[in-house]
């Protein structure tokens, strides 16, 4: 049997950010690339036949695909400067619980496949569990195909060179119906575990949230020339709304938003930008309070231009509402596993995209510190191996 940790140390060298620190792996860049073709040889070392979907997704199969499938796995891409073990601790779970499963002689009476979701991020094209969603319908198959990286590279471009059919991408009613159950480790993205002191929880909720690209166009000249009164630097109104979503998440229970990206054109020191873009990511308990959020930050973001005289447009590029995990399959899991923590999060994954199309649970590993889509995110050996034990007694009851 190979550890999680043995597995993640295979992989630690992959895609590391000497800029950014951390580690920088995007869907379908070389990185991600090579990193699937880690997946294989691991899969293979195994004896699991792997087979790619139309959507870039990978499925390692155990036993012959067919309905009513035991699914794990996770995502390999991570945020710009992300952590280890945000995606990649779900995958090298999987892997390892099989080695562990096999080890007792178990053989699954259901097909059973570890699963490796396309672009989970969004790092690259921006839309959060684009695999997941292009799988399930959750997006548009010619606006998933029009997403393009900040080098203009599109969706549709990648997956040609990656070897599949952009023509082809779309929801896989054939690949869906294969799934029976879905159940996702991954490192918790919080404290509540170690708060707690237990190393494993299942998972009751995610947290509804979206991502608005607000684009502010002013008129573009020279920083010296220029004077203050003959400006419409629509970098003044961008500045102020990055402030309005603290004061706006603030105004709404348990809401956060965030802007951790922002880009001026043209970009230059000694220049009045001609417009800014701006991401916001907004999350809230339910779907209401987020667009009570959004609307807050809205209106204060066009009380700026106006101020300005710049114009603002705001983009919807992804939205979720609230993902609650079903009760019967997290109480019997966390049943199963001793009565272990029942834990919301506040992160995506492509578990609350599947949710809405089949039984789906997931199950947290304890952070040490909570942090996460930064280079501190951590999981302690000991704890990778419970979440480890926990998934292979999980497999192990529902493929029994
Ligand atoms: O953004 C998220 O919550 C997830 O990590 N993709
Ligand atoms: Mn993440
Ligand atoms: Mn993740």
Not at 72 to 99: E, I, N, Q
Not at 204 to 222: C, K, P, Q, V
Not at 305 to 324: A, F, I, K, P
Request: glycine fraction near 12%.
């Amino acid at each position: 049997m190979t550890s999680a940790t043995q597995l993640l140390a295979s992989i630690e060298g992959v895609g590391r950010d000497p800029r950014r620190g951390g580690f920088s792996r995007h869907g379908f860049d070389r990185v991600e690339l090579e990193l699937r073709e880690w997946f294989l040889a691991e899969a293979e070392r195994r004896g699991l036949a792997v087979r790619g979907d139309r959507n870039g997704n990978l499925w390692a199969w155990w036993g012959e695909p067919g309905p009513g499938a035991i699914v794990t796995g996770s995502h390999l891409d991570s945020v710009p400067g992300g952590g280890a073990f945000d995606g990649p601790l779900g995958v090298v779970s999987a892997l390892s619980a099989v080695d562990m499963l096999r080890e007792r002689g178990f053989t699954p009476a259901k097909p059973l496949a570890v699963v490796v979701f396309a672009e989970e991020e969004g790092g690259r094209f921006g839309v959060p569990c684009l695999g997941s969603r292009l799988l399930s319908g959750a997006i548009d198959p010619d606006t998933a195909r029009r997403l393009a990286d900040p080098d203009g590279v599109t969706l549709a471009d990648a997956v040609t060179a990656a070897g599949l059919d952009p023509a082809r991408l779309g929801r896989d009613d054939d690949v869906l119906a294969t799934i029976g159950t879905f159940v996702e480790l991954h490192v918790e993205q919080g404290r509540g575990l170690v708060d707690l002191g237990a190393p494993v929880a299942v998972a009751s909720s995610i947290l509804a949230h979206g991502r608005w690209r607000f684009r502010f166009t002013g008129e573009g000249n020279h920083a010296g020339a220029t004077l203050l009164g003959d400006r419409h630097d629509p970098m003044v109104p961008a500045a102020e709304m990055v402030l309005a979503a603290r004061i706006a998440a603030a105004d709404v229970e348990d809401a956060r938003a965030t802007v951790g990206r922002l880009v001026p054109n043209p970009g230059g020191t000694n220049v009045i930008a001609s417009s800014v873009d701006v991401w916001l990511d907004a999350r809230a308990p339910d779907d209401a309070a987020t667009r009570r959020v959004l609307e807050k930050i809205r209106t204060m973001a066009s009380d700026a231009v106006h101020r300005e005289g710049c114009v603002l447009t705001v983009t919807e590029e992804s939205y979720g509402d609230t993902v609650h995990f079903e009760p019967g399959l997290r109480d019997r899991i966390a049943a199963a596993l001793g009565g272990i923590p029942v834990l919301p999060t506040g992160a995506g994954h492509d578990a609350g995209v599947l949710a809405a199309h089949v039984p789906t649970a997931m199950l947290f590993v304890r952070n040490p510190t909570g942090v996460s889509h930064a280079p501190e995110e951590y999981a302690e050996p000991a704890d990778c191996e419970s979440g480890v034990t926990a998934l292979a007694a999980v497999l192990g009851q529902l493929a029994g």
